[in-house]
């Protein structure tokens, strides 16, 4: 039997992670979120004070690490690190930059690549990230790259870290989050870039609600193809 996926990927902060949740719970898929996999080794990076941005300090860190991802009863995606409960801590401000550092790596996205695969031979998935529709999934039956502009971006990244008590201010995150997307998309290894055969979705002045109807729409129409 044949499982069907679905490659949504964009910068930060697009909203890929609410929407790909809610669309993967709507329609019965896996949801694979595949920015908190690179957040936890960027934690396993952080913890051990070693530069992220380093191979050769990076590298022989990676066959220590153990990564596990389950499900909660609520469809949560949990990261598990060396047995540890990450999902909360993964999240930080500071963890953003170090998940971004490593994973512009060539090492650590080979590390990662066929076990993201895997998850698509064994489940129908809706997996988020960066590089999803051009170098992870390149068959997947349905490719999107969900974008918004810059401060609608920002904006959402502030009220995340707003709500965890994370005190920082909104042009510091404004200032990351263009910075993010530069270093994603400048890296030589898997940069974050539009899937040729990927539908573009511009979520820029839309509700949460209006965003999951244009994906969900996109998305049926695709897969009745
Ligand atoms: O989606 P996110 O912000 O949680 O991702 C964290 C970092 O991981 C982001 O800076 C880019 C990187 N990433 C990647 O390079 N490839 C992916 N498929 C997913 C995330």
Redesign the pocket.
């Known amino acids: 039997m044949s499982y069907k996926s679905i490659a949504i990927d964009g910068p ?1 902060g697009a909203g ?1 992670s609410t929407l790909a949740r809610k669309l993967a719970g709507e329609l019965g898929f896996l949801y694979v979120d ?3 996999i ?2 936890t080794v960027g934690l396993a990076a952080f913890r051990r004070g070693i530069d992220p941005s380093d191979g050769g300090q990076v590298t022989p860190m990676l066959p220590q690490l153990s990564i596990e991802m389950c499900y909660g009863g609520d469809g949560v995606q949990h990261m598990l690190l060396n047995g540890g409960d990450v999902t909360e801590e993964i999240r930080r401000h500071e963890i ?1 930059r170090c ?2 550092q490593v ?1 512009a790596l060539p090492e650590v996205r080979a590390f990662l690549l066929e076990r993201q695969r895997e998850l698509a031979r064994a489940h129908d998935v809706i997996m988020d ?4 529709g051009t170098v992870v999934l390149p068959g997947a039956d349905v490719k999107i790259f969900l974008t918004a502009s810059p401060e609608d971006r920002a904006r959402r990244r502030y009220a995340e870290l707003s709500e965890r008590g994370e005190q920082t201010c909104f042009e510091d995150v404004l200032r990351d989050v263009v910075q ?1 997307d530069e270093l ?1 998309s400048s890296r030589t290894a898997a940069p974050l870039r539009q899937a040729e055969d990927a539908v573009l979705a511009d979520t820029s002045g839309l509700t949460l609600e209006e965003s999951f109807q244009l994906l969900l729409h996109i998305i049926e129409e695709r897969l009745q193809r």
């Open positions: 930060s890929k595949t920015g908190a690179y957040r953003s998940a971004s994973s990230g960066r590089d999803i993010r994603d």
